[in-house]
């Protein structure tokens, strides 16, 4: 468990079972099972269907039990458990949301923006258009889903945080691009970057490289996974991140922007 200024977080790196929401909780609760004392269980994007894998099943909302699951999953553990779901919002829209959820319920949320038009995404879902920064121990926590990791306007650190959290069906084809692009926004944002992927072939006759990733804010490595399922534990410290960016104050020299 956590420390003063310390994070423990567990890459939870899983194969997707196609449109199979209880297979998928029961194994990814398994998963976590190997990994026991985490402050953060990081779970793959739409984690309970695989990208697109709700067509023709009964769809969830934020009272489903996708969503009672991660809540039962923080209270057993005392500890978040965090990933997105293709979930109905209150007004019947359909959306890919990002959910970080405590012992307490869910902290926050994030719907995607940025939807996936090439695999089709942007017919079944509507995009979110507010970004999700928020305080949880002491640390702000900015949560992204999969392909907005090639938007980095979307992804600036204007907004002040020090933990960037992607969750991804990213397909094995643009790989390379997933494993630059997550060490970039580290970089450049000067913040833990922790990017969580699927691995192993998906309903949809796409392979999943797994690939994760965690990087310190001024590109250091601290996880790089292979295409195997597994979970990876990885100990975040926020002095040594404020330590840096007070050594290389690079943030305060950037632009100003809007986003329309």
Known sequence: MSTLNKLDVAMVQSELRWGDPVANRTHLGALMDQSTGADLYLLPETFATGFRGDDGIEAENMAGPSVTWMI???????????????????????????????????????????????GGEDERYSAGQTPCTFDWRGWKIDLQ??????????????????????????????????????????????????????????????????????????????????GQEQVKRVVLDLEALYEMRKRFPFLRDGDRFTID
Request: with cysteine.
């Open 72 to 118: 039962d999953q923080a209270v057993a553990r005392q500890a978040v458990v965090a990933g997105s779901l293709a979930l109905l919002d209150g007004s019947g829209k359909r959306r890919n949301r990002f959910l970080f959820v405590t012992d307490k319920g869910v902290l926050a949320h994030y719907d995607k923006r940025h939807l996936f038009g090439f």
């Open 145 to 226: 889903v999969c392909y907005d990791l090639r938007f980095p306007v979307w992804c600036h650190n204007s907004r002040g945080f020090d933990l960037q959290l992607y969750v991804a069906n990213w397909p094995a084809p643009r790989v390379a691009a997933w494993q630059a692009l997550l060490k970039a926004r580290a970089i450049e944002n000067q913040c833990y970057v922790i990017g969580i992927n699927c691995t192993g072939p998906g309903g949809n006759n796409i392979d999943y490289p797994g690939c994760s990733s965690a990087w310190t804010g001024m590109g250091e490595s601290l996880a790089e996974l292979d």
